[in-house]
Structure formats: C-alpha cells, structure tokens
C-alpha cells in the first residue's frame, strides 16, 4: 500500500513539473529590437502610407491572435474591424500564444494587397475606369507586414 500511494506522490509531482507557465514581461523582444524609427498607430497606417505599395515602418497596436507559433505568424489590429497580417521574415522565431491581446511594438515592411488586373501583378490598388468594381479585394485584410523585430508594450 505504501508503494502505491508513493507512485500516486511521483507521478503527482512529475505532472506538477511539466506544466509550463511563460511569463511575457513588459519589453520583451522577439527578432531584433524595434529602434530608430518612431512608431505609428497601426489604426493610422493606410493614411501614414498615403499611395505607396511598401513602406518601412514601425508600428504599435494589439495582438488579435497568433495565427502560427513557428515562424511568428499573427494578426494584428487595425481599426475599424481590419486586420493586419504579419509574419517575421526570420523563420526561426517561435511566437507564445500568450502574446494574444497585448500591445506589441514592430518593426519592418508594410505591403498593401496588389490586385492582379488582366495578369498585371504590380498593378497595385489602383483599378480605375469599367474595371473598378469587378475586383474584389477584401477591405479587412488589406496590409499584410514582414517583421523584423517585436517588442512586448504592455
């Protein structure tokens, strides 16, 4: 009987050690640390970019979810029910999902979505004329962002 009750004890405390708690302080870094460039309110990036395609930047806002662990896949907020789709252009780098809902400071390149009018892959977002509104492009998922570096803000 003591046996048993000394296994139930071992096993008990083997199960207590595997789990795993990540704690996510305030400026914790992911890929290079964001710096030198002022960041800008990810609910303001179409207007910041104005009509360019890409444009290097920083940004802060709240993480919506990660998407994917390995290679730092995730969403991000970006006003108004849209969404920023992000990912770091290093593979190596493993996001934890418990970054879901936090402020995060990043760092790297913004890219509006292209639309390919009569197989013109560089067209961009400037369909004019008859053609105007036959494309569809998804107005919610309209910035995509290959990080460079990612700061846990708050």
Same mark, same amino acid.
């Given at each position: 009987?003591?046996?048993?009750? #000394?296994? #139930?004890? @071992? ?5 207590? !050690? ?11 870094? !992911? ?6 460039? *002022? /960041?800008? /309110?990810?609910?303001? @990036?179409?207007? #910041?970019?104005?009509?360019? @395609?890409?444009?290097?930047? *920083?940004?802060?806002?709240?993480? @919506?979810?990660?998407?994917? $662990?390995?290679?730092?896949? !995730? $969403?991000?907020? *970006? ?15 493993? &996001?934890?999902?418990? &970054?879901? %809902? ?7 390149? *913004?890219?509006?979505? &292209? ?6 892959? !560089? ?5 004019? %004329?008859?053609?105007?509104?036959? $494309? ?8 995509? #962002? $290959? ?8």
């Amino acid at each position: 009987m003591k046996k048993i009750v #000394f296994a #139930f004890f @071992i096993f008990c405390g083997f199960a207590g !050690f595997a789990q795993k708690h990540v704690h996510l302080p305030h400026g914790m870094v !992911f890929g290079h640390k964001p710096n030198g460039i *002022a /960041p800008v /309110p990810a609910t303001k @990036i179409e207007d #910041f970019m104005g009509k360019k @395609i890409r444009q290097t930047t *920083a940004l802060t806002g709240t993480l @919506i979810r990660v998407t994917k $662990e390995k290679g730092g896949w !995730f $969403e991000m907020d *970006a006003g108004g029910g849209k969404i920023i789709a992000a990912h770091f252009k290093n593979y190596n780098i493993t &996001l934890p999902t418990q &970054l879901k %809902g936090r402020g995060v400071i990043i760092q790297g390149v *913004a890219q509006r979505a &292209l639309i390919a009018d009569d197989m013109q892959h !560089f067209a961009g977002d400037t369909v004019v %004329g008859s053609k105007q509104h036959q $494309e569809k492009v998804n107005p919610k998922a309209r910035i995509t #962002f $290959e990080v460079w570096g990612l700061m846990v803000d708050r």
